[in-house]
Each structure stands twice: as structure tokens, then as C-alpha cells.
């Protein structure tokens, strides 16, 4: 799993990040990778925690104020990877016209009737068993 381009770690990851490391948009885009299953990129986005303002107050030369927001993450995220799905390769050309060969042959012998070699005909031709 990557991060903004960094590599963090292998899933199930921890991700923590001081305030100062913050990316400026807040917003940190993330890429998970897995053998057999197509890539996915998203992004979390940080922003301030609802009922979590810090006040502070300095009384030196008068009275001040500082609100810093404390940067929260969700806590958690769940995302899942789709599998790459795996298509069969085509038969070899030179398999299915011995196939269409030996069709033809039963027939011309008198094995098979006339619709059953058109059905058997068109099973392989669509490549049906």
C-alpha cells in the first residue's frame, strides 16, 4: 500500500501522521496493490474533528486567543480489491478444425444423422463441449 507516493506497509496498515506532515489540500491518495486483482486508488480526505477544538489562552501582554483544530482521519477504511478475471484461452485453431474433421467423417460413414452433425458442428465451433 502507498500513500501519497510512499510506500506505508502491507494491509491491514496503521497509518499515522504528525499535523505537520500534512499534505497542503489534506488529502492523502492512496493505491493498494495484490497479485490476481486489479489496482485500486482513492483517497482519504483529513479535516477537523467535530467537538475536538483546542482553545488556548495567554495573558502576558493581554489576552489572546489560539484555536488550533485537531486533524482527524477516519478511523477506519475497508476497501476491497476486485479479482482480475481469468478468460479462457481460445482453442488452437488446428484443435477445432480436427474436431469439425472428425464431425464430418462420423457423418459421411453414416455414424451420426444430419442434425446431429449440424448440433456438433456448431458446439464446437462455439466452442461448447
Known amino acids: ?12 496498515v496503521l497509518f499515522n501522521v504528525r499535523r505537520n506532515e ?9 493505491r493498494i496493490e495484490r497479485d ?8 482519504f480526505v483529513g479535516g477537523v474533528a467535530v467537538g475536538r477544538i483546542i482553545g488556548s489562552i495567554f495573558s502576558s501582554a493581554g489576552l489572546s486567543l489560539a484555536w488550533n ?6 478511523d477506519e477504511v475497508e476497501i476491497d480489491l476486485d479479482p482480475i478475471a ?11 478444425t480436427d474436431r469439425l ?5 462420423l457423418y459421411s460413414r453414416g455414424l451420426i444423422t444430419e442434425e446431429e452433425r449440424r448440433r456438433l458442428r ?8
Open 101 to 105: 474433421q472428425r464431425v464430418n467423417d
Open 86 to 96: 481469468a478468460s479462457a484461452p481460445a482453442p488452437p485453431l488446428a484443435a477445432t
Open 36 to 43: 490476481g486483482f486489479i489496482p485500486k486508488e482513492g483517497e
Open 22 to 30: 500534512w499534505p497542503d489540500k489534506e488529502r492523502f491518495v492512496y
Open 69 to 74: 483544530g485537531v486533524m482527524t482521519l477516519p
Open 1 to 12: 500500500m502507498t500513500i501519497n507516493g510512499q510506500f506505508i506497509g502491507i494491509t491491514p
Open 122 to 129: 456448431d458446439d464446437i465451433l462455439n466452442d461448447e463441449p
